[in-house]
């Protein structure tokens, strides 16, 4: 049955998307997405949310680019001139962050017209279909904070590792001022870079705070050790590099070189989607280091999990319409009757992307640390 | 008789190349280039300098690599399988950083092999040719600086902009400490990423104050607005916009927000290629703004270019050997004979690269604010 209504879903998705192949319907009001490298006019982007690509490649025999409908194979390119192939994705994609690449000869490759994001395991092409929220992370004239690359010791793995922190506005000449910190965890196939680059945590973090939503606190984000699993084996991986890294190394690490407030009740972990299963996992295995706790289409905490219930602030549970909402309210629900104090949020109109888990961030920030 | 030289340069140098195309006299000990993505086996580089590239497109008809022997237009990949194209060097490139990109049956794309680098107006690939020096911008087992992201207000251009600035280790827990800063630039195609990814900046100085040969300071990079000009016509480029940016807002900028002597006694500017030209005539322009000046491959200073002597407390030029370097050994003569402090340096058997940059910053941090 649940076979059938996929392909149902399936079906009437691939229906509209036909209806919506009709030239009429699309505005011809395409724009350079704000991702793309200066001065590059291609990909470009309209006001429904279709994307148009255009790649220069004069003796290619086929160009595709991997976006476009779910599970339909991306958008094929035609040849339009003697060098340059052009195409638009059959109908609007869900707004916001986007990953793709394109396929030139059977060869994956990225689109020369925009900036690079890591996910996949490999720099992918990115694109931005402008959200009607999108002011929450767009970049104003208010203060802004740093994000600041670090590189600390880890003895358990022999090398000199990367994390980034963002430091709130202010934080250098508020020289004795303690702040709370959130570590927050990126998801399989990307890594330390992933929220300040599609994330726009610190954008985020910058408006909260100077629309008084939230007390400033550090953000603290490092390289998950998630890639060394392939995809389809995800519950092969062993927390136990990383939890050490993150438990023994990093925390001790920054709560030495930056005002920290170094107490559970001061720090937070969350992650995405298997950044949210290594939240989860070293949460409930350290419960003396953090109190505040968020996955983020990362699973959920059943109170039986918990071993000291008195020790947990916050339980923040989201996802995207399109992913399982009914089992993050109804996991929030068991927790509420349960005791603890728990928040779901459910992101409209969105999948398993970083719309729903920059929304899940804005959500998050101002429950913490109260 | 200079273009008869040049063209005999370039024969010998032809020559040179297709003598050591023998397959006996190339080492088989190539090994992924330490700027390849996280577990990509290509690009390679062995022992000689030689590099050896695989693409896979199963379907192209042909693909080229930009990097290759001087003018000789790369270095053209040979399919090996069904699915896979595989070339090397005909020669051993120099030591240190290199930017390329693939040219796939005509379209110009990346390596999806390797990390990307902004260079020539466009995010490239880059290999890294190990060099006999190479310690000096390692990653090592130092106490480390940071890296922070910084925006800025730029009322003039009706923006916030991006610099980049270095802090030495120690910056934050030294609450009392202030620091001199170096204002250091990028050249024609780059931005303020350049400085830190491919010059590796932050490891130079953790390296030099680790061994004592420095004393620790702030570095700054922005972007220079550079590429709003064609490469062929830099002298039409105006300065006035950049020198608005750079010494009404972000040098105030950087004074108010770090611990900085915002004396000139105390500030530097150096650049490299178009950078040093930016360079060149800011330090002129703003005379009590700066009292250290260097130029990286980007011109010399004359004696009578400088209206007031006493105000420099250093001029410094350097290019590579392959460049001009008697040119910039000619000016600093002038430039002692005249009473300056001048201090010339050409990176040895390497041409307009950030080997030669790398070098030069070594060379130059020892020596200022003495």
């Known amino acids: 049955m649940k076979k059938i209504c996929i392909l149902l879903a399936l079906l009437l998705t691939v229906g509209l998307a036909y209806s919506q192949n009709d030239n009429a319907a699309i505005a011809e009001d395409f ?43 991306g958008t094929r390119l035609k040849k339009v001139t003697d060098s340059i192939w052009m195409g638009t994705t059959e109908g609007p994609l869900d707004e916001g962050f ?27 092409s990115g694109i931005e279909i402008p959200a009607k929220d999108q002011d929450f992370y767009a970049l104003k004239n ?32 508020a020289s004795k001022k303690r702040y709370p910190v959130l ?44 890639n060394q699993v392939r995809f389809g084996k995800l519950r092969e991986f062993k927390i136990d590099t990383f939890q050490t890294v993150l438990t023994e190394e990093l925390i001790p690490y ?24 290594e939240t989860h996992t070293i949460t409930l295995n350290k419960p003396d ?5 968020a996955l983020l289409s990362g699973g959920v905490y059943t109170p039986e999990e918990i071993k000291d219930p008195s020790k947990v602030k916050l339980i923040f549970l989201s996802c995207g319409s399109r992913e399982r909402p009914e089992n993050i309210q109804k996991a929030t629900d068991t927790l509420k009757t349960a ?32």
Do not use: C
């Open 31 to 73: 724009k350079p997405s704000v991702l793309n490298q200066p001065g590059q006019e291609y990909p470009q982007v309209n006001s429904q949310g279709y994307a148009r690509f255009r790649i220069t490649a004069p003796y290619a025999d086929s160009v595709k680019v991997s976006l476009g409908l779910g599970g339909r194979g």
């Open 98 to 124: 986007h990953y793709y690449n394109v396929n030139v000869d059977g060869g994956k490759f990225n689109d020369p017209g925009t900036l690079h994001f890591y996910g996949s395991i490999r720099w992918e």
């Open 142 to 173: 208010v203060p802004h904070g740093e994000v600041r690359q670090l590189l600390f010791p880890s003895p358990s793995t022999g090398t000199t590792r990367r994390a980034f922190i963002y430091t709130p506005p202010g934080y250098d000449n």
């Open 183 to 226: 570590y927050l965890q990126h998801g399989w196939g990307e890594d330390e870079t992933a929220w300040s680059n599609q994330g726009r945590a610190n954008l985020i973090m910058d408006n909260l705070i100077a629309s008084g939503r939230t007390e400033p606190f550090l953000i603290v984000m490092t390289y998950g050790m998630t």
């Open 254 to 277: 920054v709560d030495e070189h930056y005002r920290t407030v170094a107490k559970s009740s001061h720090r937070a972990m969350a992650g995405l989607s298997m950044g949210g299963m």
């Open 289 to 293: 280091l953090f109190a505040y706790y």
């Open 339 to 370: 005791g603890f104090k728990a928040v779901s949020y459910v992101s409209p109109n969105t999948g398993h992307e970083f719309q729903t888990w920059r929304r899940s961030l804005y959500e998050l920030a101002p429950l913490l640390f109260k």
